[in-house]
């Protein structure tokens, strides 16, 4: 079976310090995946989105950035945070499974940034 | 591009019937799908629906008129543990992007 993972859990990060957030998938190949972010109370915003290794789409402008160094692991960056940057950040797969491009997303990292 | 709408909030009563609408403008149609999420926790997959019609999961069930631009999702025999939000999300019709649009989701509490 499939499994998504991400971590850390919980972050708090200083304004204008680095991010590195990491994803990774088991159980399949050749996944689609995603970085969502999610404000308090509100839906998810698409930030990237990757079909394969090296190839990233940005979604919105912004200061984060994505990587896609292996099939199935999946990086979201910034080198300066800001307090806008603060959030649930989740990732998400999709594949061929019982219906394509459903996504299945990671348990999520919440980041403060103070 | 894709536009939905949700309500922002509904109340229920435990053992009741509830409905949450979603309505959907967007450039192309491959599908829309439901999902759950409980407070502080990742959405989790309910249901999909492509062609018109109902679904029936269980409890739950989806609906779905693509000529109008409109599904429901319908929870039965409401439970505590339904209290979540439900997020309606439209697939986006490039096909090998995979990429949905998510509406920002309704909130449901369910009370005793």
């Known amino acids: 079976s499939q499994t998504i993972h991400q971590w850390p859990a919980t972050l708090v990060q200083p304004v204008g310090s680095p991010l590195s957030l990491e994803c990774t998938v088991e159980?399949?190949?050749?996944?689609?995946l995603y970085w969502y972010r999610q404000a308090a109370g509100r839906g998810l915003q698409l930030l990237f989105y990757s079909v394969g290794i090296g190839q990233i789409s940005s979604e919105v402008p912004q200061n984060l950035s994505a990587s896609r160094p292996q099939d199935r692991q999946f990086i979201l960056s910034s080198k300066k945070l800001l307090l806008s940057d603060s959030g649930f950040y989740l990732c998400?797969?999709?594949?061929?499974?019982?219906?394509?491009?459903?996504?299945?997303f990671g348990p999520g990292t919440r980041l403060t940034v103070l | 591009g894709q536009n939905i709408d949700q309500p922002t909030e509904m109340t229920a009563t435990e053992g009741a019937i509830v409905q949450i609408n979603c309505t959907y403008q967007t450039s192309g149609f491959n599908g829309l799908f439901w999902y759950q999420q409980h407070a502080g926790e990742a959405p989790t997959f309910l249901s999909y629906n492509v062609l018109d019609g109902l679904e029936e999961k269980g409890r739950f069930s989806s609906f779905l008129s693509r000529s109008k631009g409109y599904s429901y999702l319908l929870l039965k025999e409401l439970q505590m543990k339904d209290s979540a939000s439900y997020l309606c999300a439209v697939r986006d019709p490039l096909i090998n992007a995979g990429k949905s649009t998510f509406g920002d989701g309704t909130t449901l509490t369910v009370k005793p």
């Open positions: 998400a797969w999709s594949g061929l499974g019982e219906y394509t491009d459903t996504q299945y």
């Open positions: 159980g399949t190949s050749n996944p689609n």
